[in-house]
Antibody
């Protein structure tokens, strides 16, 4: 069974940084692209970024490019989202997903002073 | 970026009703398209991918059709557990983009 468990969400001040983690199990992690998707309170889903199975390709939505970095460690079956220069509009629940098919339960990021 | 426009944004229906939700893409996306169901406080659950392929374990009352720019999700006979928000996704190009969601409520 595919399991994805996000962690690292927190309350952070504007301009701050946060690193989200997603621990994967139940499948051959190094064979799959991984995605991060977010959902602001009461709003729709927004795709944030993804990373190829070997880490050689990464894609971002324009609103986070240059501030967020996606990475992975296949030895640890984990994918990460480093978030810098956080803004109030980054407040959301962040979901880790295996190729937008299976999803974790999400971790909440709140950017507020 | 490809814009995905869902309609309606919300609807009310009764148990047993046939429900149809439409999603239009601002440009052609072939069949690189999926539908998701989300219940309050829960993660999205993918129902269909490649526009019409049902995910494993998804009831057959759910079906999808379309290609290019117009896509449809049909629930043939609405059940109590189907009251939720449904969202579409295009994965033909970057950035991936979702529709704004359709809330299906109880009439």
């Amino acid at each position: 069974e595919v399991q994805l468990v996000e962690s690292g969400g927190a309350l952070v001040q504007p301009g701050g940084s946060l690193r989200l983690s997603c621990a994967a199990s139940g499948f051959s992690f190094s064979n799959y692209w991984m995605d991060w998707v977010r959902q602001a309170p009461g709003k729709g889903l927004e795709w944030v970024a993804n990373i190829k199975f070997d880490g050689s390709e990464k894609y971002y939505v324009d609103s986070v490019r240059g501030r967020f970095t996606i990475s992975r460690d296949n030895a640890k079956n984990s994918v990460y989202l480093q978030m810098n220069s956080l803004r109030a509009e980054d407040t959301a629940k962040y979901y880790c997903s295996r190729q937008l098919a299976e999803w974790g339960q999400g971790t909440l990021v709140t950017v507020s002073s | 970026d490809i814009q995905m426009t869902q309609s309606p944004s919300s609807l009310s229906a009764s148990i047993g009703d046939r429900v149809t939700i439409t999603c239009r893409a601002s440009q052609g996306i072939a069949s690189k398209f999926a539908w998701y169901q989300q219940k309050p406080g829960k993660a999205p659950k993918r129902l269909l991918y490649e526009a019409s392929i049902l995910d494993s374990g998804v009831p057959s009352r759910f079906s999808g059709s379309g290609s290019g720019t117009e896509f449809t999700l049909t629930i043939s006979s609405l059940q109590p557990e189907d009251f939720a928000t449904y969202s579409c996704l295009q994965y033909n190009s970057y950035p991936r983009t979702f529709g704004q969601g359709t809330r299906v409520g109880i009439k």
